[in-house]
């Protein structure tokens, strides 16, 4: 259905049964030229004749009996599309209207015209789902297919703005014009809701009025939400939901640099602790590879130096079956070389109160007195001096001796420059000795 006013046009689309304009306020010459224009638009559905022929409406009925309705009868309960074409010079104002009640959605939407108002607005929400029950219009089957606005239920003063309460100041919304305002708040929802519910266009603008929006009225894709988001609330609401998303995407952005830069340095200082402690520990004196070999192709008899890798596999990723024990540096841990040679492996520990260069140097001791020359000489003395504690009986960690020599070792040099070598014997030996071997083997004793 169109109306053509002055190259303006109105279209109805989507599902009402029918639409009805309210001729009171319209008028319309045979030519169509609009020469007062200003009046109201609403769905009427579920209409139908009776046996009678009588025409009726579930919703929007007009209580004629007929198609048409008459003017000057009441506004049923319907959500309205309000109009005031050329108000003022060349523009236009328009509402959508929940005064009267709700029994579809309705979306009007401008095209053409200027102004920051011209945009699209309407109720597209199911108001009939969210309807009290003291407001809800029911079908022969008891289903909601209507909602009657406060005035329309109760005819009290206070919900029609009338009487005392005619005026802005003494009418204010009420619980159940709320109900409407959080479904619709780009529609009226009182007679004095018209703060952000009045719509203009300035120039010549067409209108688009859709009934029931969506293919399924009674499921709306929002419930309560506004019919476009091109209207002034919503469009400032969508560009400040962008611009929060701009500033929380640069603060995270920032945090997570800062936290990029911050692990970064700390593993820089990280690496060059560690490349600093493996500087410290090479420039220490008596360090040398554990592939190197000398001259004669012996290993090198200074501390060598073993791969990380070939100590963890050595000792079995440091098992607890190779522990040996626990010193003042950290665990000890014995393992095997791929060549086969048996090795112990000594772990300086963070809880150690001793540093690296003590441990260096401890290693350094060791590799020294096991593994060098001083190793073989020292073994050779141990031969000597076990020797005399057989053939004495005695322990040369326990001699003692008022006056005279100090350990076993000088005892027996003093005995054997004085031609006395035989009173070294262990009185236990008398019965079974044979002087020459033992004699034999002090002086292979002392010789060591």
């Excluded at 009290?132 to 329309?152: D, F, I, N, W």
């Excluded at 007679?191 to 293919?215: M, Q, R």
């Excluded at 130096?305 to 079995?316: D, G």
Aim: glycine share 10%; net charge neutral; proline share 4%.
């Amino acid at each position: 259905m169109r109306v053509h006013s002055l190259a303006r046009h109105f279209f109805q689309q989507g599902n009402a049964s029918h639409i009805w304009f309210r001729f009171r306020d319209w008028w319309i010459q045979d030519n169509q030229r609009v020469v007062v224009v200003g009046g109201r638009l609403w769905g009427r559905t579920n209409c139908g004749n009776d046996s009678s022929g009588k025409f009726s409406c579930i919703t929007g009925d007009c209580g004629t009996g007929k198609l048409e309705c008459d003017g000057g009868r009441t506004v049923p309960t319907v959500t309205l599309a309000e109009f005031q074409l050329d108000s003022l010079p060349r523009t236009d104002f328009y509402d959508v209207s929940l005064v009267f009640g709700y029994n579809l959605p309705i979306l009007v939407t401008p095209k053409g015209g200027s102004g920051a108002s011209c945009v699209e607005t309407g109720c597209v929400a199911d108001v009939n789902g969210a309807c009290p029950s003291e407001l809800r219009v029911t079908s022969v089957g008891g289903e909601g297919v209507a909602c009657k606005s406060a005035c329309q239920a109760f005819l009290e003063d206070q919900y029609c703005c009338r009487g005392a309460n005619n005026s802005p100041d003494t009418c204010k919304p009420t619980q159940y014009s709320q109900v409407f305002k959080s479904a619709c708040p780009q529609a009226f929802s009182y007679a004095y809701d018209d703060a952000n519910t009045t719509f203009s266009c300035t120039g010549v603008a067409d209108y688009t009025i859709t009934f029931c929006p969506f293919s399924n009225a009674s499921q709306p894709s929002s419930r309560g939400s506004p019919p476009s988001t091109s209207s002034p609330g919503s469009t400032s609401s969508s560009k400040g939901m962008k611009k929060n998303i701009k500033i929380i995407l640069i603060v995270v952005s920032a945090v997570v640099l800062v936290i990029l830069a911050m692990a970064l340095c700390i593993m820089k200082n990280q690496t060059r602790e560690r490349e600093e402690k493996l500087h410290e520990l090479l420039t220490l004196e008596g360090y040398t590879d554990a592939y190197e070999l000398d001259g004669g192709g012996a290993k090198n008899r200074d501390l060598r130096r073993f791969t990380y890798a070939s100590i963890v596999s050595a000792t079995s990723n440091f098992s607890l079956d190779h522990k040996l024990g626990q010193g003042g540096f950290g665990p000890v841990y014995k393992g095997k070389t791929p060549e086969g040679q048996d090795i112990a492996v000594k772990i300086l520990s963070k809880q150690s109160g001793q540093g690296l260069l003590e441990f260096k140097t401890e290693l350094i001791l060791i590799s020294k007195l096991q593994h060098g020359i001083f190793s073989v000489k020292s073994d050779v003395y141990s031969f000597g001096v076990l020797v005399l504690e057989i053939v004495s009986g005695r322990r040369n960690n326990s001699f003692h001796q008022i006056e005279g020599p100090l350990n076993l070792v000088e005892y027996a040099w003093e005995l054997w420059r004085k031609d006395s070598a035989m009173e070294l014997m262990d009185p236990m030996l008398s019965a079974s000795c044979v002087t020459n071997q033992l004699q034999r083997c002090i002086h292979i004793g002392l010789l060591c």
